[in-house]
DNA sequence: TTGTCAACCGACTAATCAGTCGAATAATTT
DNA sequence: AAATTATTCGACTGATTAGTCGGTTGACAA
């Protein structure tokens, strides 16, 4: 299962993500990419048909590493608030450990370049995540809402708690992150 | 104070956002960005010194009209939860209204463009924002928080909910929208 | 009328970029 | 060992781009 991938590849798609998430894609030009990962124009050529296929991959390739990582710590046991803030507070984890990878697919995600091919392929690394959204659904503990509008709720709080640690870093503690939690689940008032 | 503002310029702006919300910053040469103003290149430079301030004034510019837009109905009387509501309704409706405007201060906040300065300046016109947020945490209606994550928080959930009705147009409507709020403010489960 | 100046034009240039190609080398197969 | 294939190189090319420049036009002033 563990596929044999050339290390120079490895050291392009590093290269490429560093530089892609400091200058932009068309910002950063492909004879860059290869001499900051060591190797020469033709070899990134060698790897990637064309400068759009690296970026695909890469994105692709992160969003897999980023659902692996998460879906590793999933436990399917507890409440399902208990459940939801477990999932939470890995996946802000994870984005706080992994900001060039998680500023790279916020940085996709907002460019003109996704497809919806794209969005949807990197969408099946989460399955987990629409299962405990049909589950939430289903449950009777949630506000009457459509399905859509818990997808996008979900992406979102995500977005704006890993967006908020990462401009103030001063703030994480795993205290403050289940504060967010809280607050994102239960509201910002107290009623 | 209304500024005689040369068309031409204006036509160069419109042409910019239209075009970057499309193909990206620097996948959009400035050549286009003329034709489709229907003036010339060097028309554009007389305008603006370089690419870098034809995209800053784009910003700077777009950020003020959503801002002004914003505050021009914005009331100061009622509760903080009627007011926050109202403020919410008009910043998400703004945003349904100038899908294109929005897009691109999205695009640009995620680029690597974006400045501590252009950041800030554009942050200026957003002071009854500053003032509410005041409002709020010395209100006591919040649970207690930092100042800096409701800065985040607010901006979050605007952006969660504008993206989410633009993904979803089917889905605009007064009453969803005011769901959208009670979810944010008062949170998505039911207790 | 003459002079001045800002707005405007578009051909042009120097620089940069994505992608090619033929050759060299390393790894694998026969 | 010989032949075949995969990997790597970097000089090169054709296309594109940001920005320039010399000149034209039209408005307004002296």
Redesign the pocket.
Known sequence: MTKDV????QAILKAALELFVDRGF???????IARQA??????L???FK???ELIDTLYLETKTKMGQAIQQNFQNTGSLDERMRQLFKDIVKWGILNPKEYRFIQQFSNSPFITKLTRDTALDHFEYLTNIINELVGSGELKTVYPEFIEDFLEGVFNLAITHFRRHPDKISEENIDLVFDICWHGIFVT
């Open positions: 050339s290390e120079k590849k068309h910002n950063t030009p492909t004879s860059l060591g190797v020469a124009t033709g070899t050529f060698h790897y064309n400068k759009e």
